[in-house]
């Protein structure tokens, strides 16, 4: 077994960044994904976990140079769901017994939307209680607007560092975009007591694999307990998606090294949450199952009406367009299957990590 692994493979936080990055730069994969299927086995169990992704709106104040709904995009057509469909979606996710769900939206900063949200919340929690997941992804707010949808019954927050390198960070936003408040904003939600995750693009156009390694080392500062990345994508109506060409070989390089960030942060943090998401199905379409057997234990179905689906592409290539909710329920169902794992109907599916109460 290559000693890396083996080193890797008993214990949380024993590599450094120059072996991070040198499992990164392992060709044949078979064994590192193998170690990190036995580890997420160890710490999560058999069994992924579901969050029914709600796409709440794609108006956005951001304008994000890889984002296909940033704000300088004029050529997506911009929506907002009603707080009884998002409602509605919820509910039938938690009827599904999808266990969890994720709202997620462009980014807003105002007491209109802060209040949207937290009746929503409200709401949600009359007919679920405590037995429904809730995780927001809306950006950075303020430990106010942080504070009273914790309070109205969220307590998952997902935020993306995108890179960890604040060179690469500036590169890939306008300059009023700041990396500093958005690691602030992490610090905050950690400290506020959310189950915290964060996440990165793997493939960026200048992203070096020492940036990925540094990455994962990121992850632990932060002291995350749930971590969502994917390989980066081009969109064609975006700066950075101009001129790149969604090649086969392209994409086959994207996805293993998306596969191969799992792996290794898996290796590297053992007992978080790790999601196989939808970008990776972009690029194959095996690549959440491909996701699961390299160390992720988690899987976000999308729960929004299929028409409001074509208006939230992040990047080209999105999968599940033309399904509906029910269709997309029973595909995943049937994938995971395929893979001999199984889906955890009903489960909330808390990060160990978090659980332990684990700190540095
Ligand atoms: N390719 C891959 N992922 C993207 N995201 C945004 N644009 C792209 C893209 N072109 C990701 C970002 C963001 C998340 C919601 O989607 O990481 O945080
Ligand atoms: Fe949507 Fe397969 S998950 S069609």
Not at 1 to 11: D, E, G, H
Not at 312 to 341: F, M, T
């Given at each position: 077994m290559n000693?890396?692994?083996?080193?890797?493979?008993?214990?949380?936080?024993?590599?450094?960044?120059?072996?991070?990055?040198?499992?990164?730069?392992?060709?044949?994969?078979?064994?590192?994904?193998?170690?990190?299927?036995?580890?997420?086995?160890?710490?999560?169990?058999?069994?992924?976990?579901?969050?029914?992704?709600?796409?709440?709106?794609?108006?956005?104040?951001?304008?994000?140079?890889?984002?296909?709904?940033r704000k300088s995009n004029f050529r997506v057509g911009r929506y907002r769901l009603s707080e009884d469909d998002v409602v509605r979606m919820a509910q039938w996710a938690y009827e599904q017994e999808y266990g969890s769900v994720v709202l997620q939206s462009g980014e807003l900063e105002s007491e209109k939307n802060t209040v949207f949200i937290e009746r929503i919340l409200r709401r949600i929690h009359t007919f679920a209680g405590e037995n429904l997941g809730i995780t927001l992804c809306f950006g950075e707010q303020t430990e106010e607007v942080y504070r009273r949808w914790l309070e109205a019954g969220a307590h998952r927050y997902l935020l993306r560092i995108e890179t960890s390198s604040p060179e690469l960070y500036a590169k890939l936003h306008p300059a009023n975009h700041s990396f500093e408040r958005r690691k602030e904003c992490l610090r905050t939600l950690k400290r506020l007591g959310y189950q915290t995750g964060s996440g990165v693009m793997c493939g960026l156009p200048g992203q070096t694999l020492e940036d990925l390694a540094h990455d994962i080392i990121f992850f632990r500062e932060v002291d995350l307990?749930?971590?969502?990345?994917?390989?980066?994508?081009?969109?064609?109506?975006?700066?950075?998606?101009?001129?790149?060409?969604?090649?086969?070989?392209?994409?086959?390089?994207?996805?293993?090294?998306?596969?191969?960030?799992?792996?290794?942060?898996?290796?590297?943090?053992?007992?978080?949450?790790?999601?196989?998401?939808?970008?990776?199905?972009?690029?194959?379409?095996?690549?959440?199952?491909?996701?699961?057997?390299?160390?992720?234990?988690?899987?976000?179905?999308?729960?929004?009406?299929?028409?409001?689906?074509?208006?939230y592409q992040l990047y080209e290539n999105k999968p599940c367009l033309d399904e509906n909710s029910a269709k997309c329920r029973n595909c995943l169902h049937w994938r995971v299957l395929s893979i001999g794992e199984e889906i955890n109907w009903g489960k909330r599916g808390d990060p160990p990590h978090f659980r332990k109460g684990n700190s540095k």
């Amino acid at each position: 077994m290559n000693p890396l692994i083996r080193k890797a493979l008993n214990k949380p936080y024993r590599l450094s960044p120059e072996e991070l990055r040198e499992l990164l730069s392992l060709e044949d994969t078979e064994e590192l994904f193998r170690a990190a299927y036995e580890v997420k086995l160890r710490h999560t169990g058999k069994g992924v976990s579901l969050r029914g992704l709600i796409e709440l709106g794609n108006y956005c104040c951001k304008d994000c140079y890889y984002c296909g709904i940033r704000k300088s995009n004029f050529r997506v057509g911009r929506y907002r769901l009603s707080e009884d469909d998002v409602v509605r979606m919820a509910q039938w996710a938690y009827e599904q017994e999808y266990g969890s769900v994720v709202l997620q939206s462009g980014e807003l900063e105002s007491e209109k939307n802060t209040v949207f949200i937290e009746r929503i919340l409200r709401r949600i929690h009359t007919f679920a209680g405590e037995n429904l997941g809730i995780t927001l992804c809306f950006g950075e707010q303020t430990e106010e607007v942080y504070r009273r949808w914790l309070e109205a019954g969220a307590h998952r927050y997902l935020l993306r560092i995108e890179t960890s390198s604040p060179e690469l960070y500036a590169k890939l936003h306008p300059a009023n975009h700041s990396f500093e408040r958005r690691k602030e904003c992490l610090r905050t939600l950690k400290r506020l007591g959310y189950q915290t995750g964060s996440g990165v693009m793997c493939g960026l156009p200048g992203q070096t694999l020492e940036d990925l390694a540094h990455d994962i080392i990121f992850f632990r500062e932060v002291d995350l307990d749930m971590i969502g990345m994917g390989p980066y994508l081009p969109h064609h109506d975006t700066p950075l998606g101009q001129g790149i060409e969604l090649t086969s070989e392209y994409a086959a390089h994207q996805l293993k090294l998306g596969l191969k960030m799992i792996a290794v942060t898996r290796l590297y943090l053992h007992d978080v949450n790790i999601a196989a998401t939808t970008a990776l199905q972009a690029l194959d379409d095996r690549g959440r199952e491909q996701g699961l057997l390299a160390g992720a234990n988690v899987i976000m179905p999308n729960v929004t009406d299929t028409e409001y689906r074509r208006s939230y592409q992040l990047y080209e290539n999105k999968p599940c367009l033309d399904e509906n909710s029910a269709k997309c329920r029973n595909c995943l169902h049937w994938r995971v299957l395929s893979i001999g794992e199984e889906i955890n109907w009903g489960k909330r599916g808390d990060p160990p990590h978090f659980r332990k109460g684990n700190s540095k």
